[in-house]
């Protein structure tokens, strides 16, 4: 009868376990990788829904301010229209005394 090696039997269990160990290890790998890839794509999702919210945001008020700016335009328009010689002498003393303020500042 051919007697048993217990080292052998101890090293042939151990390279069994060794190959399973790598074979888990592998399949956790994977799996870490593909959550990982999950969890990357949705907070790529995420922020450019983020990043098309926002600019949406900034467009809309962009259009706000356009908006806000012609009407404005407009009334200035027609109120230098409407009073042609009093919006003249008013940019007259507007321009005097930022003439005579950067005239000042000038002097140390």
């Known amino acids: ?10 090293l042939k269990a151990l390279k069994e376990d060794f190959a399973k160990l790598q074979g ?22 995420s922020l450019e829904e983020e990043l098309r919210r926002r ?3 900034v467009r809309e008020r962009l ?21 042609p ?3 003249l002498a008013a940019a007259f003393g507007v321009g005097f005394l930022l003439a005579k303020l950067m005239h000042f500042g000038g002097r140390h």
């Open 24 to 45: 888990d290890v592998a399949e956790l790998v994977k799996a870490v990788r593909d959550t990982g890839g999950a969890k990357a794509h949705a907070a790529r999702d």
């Open 1 to 10: 009868m051919a007697e048993r090696d217990p080292i052998r039997d101890e």
């Open 85 to 87: 010689f009093a919006s």
């Open 55 to 57: 600019r949406d945001r």
């Open 63 to 83: 259009d706000e301010a356009r908006a806000t700016g012609r009407r404005k335009a407009a009334e200035l328009e027609d109120e230098v229209t409407q009073h």
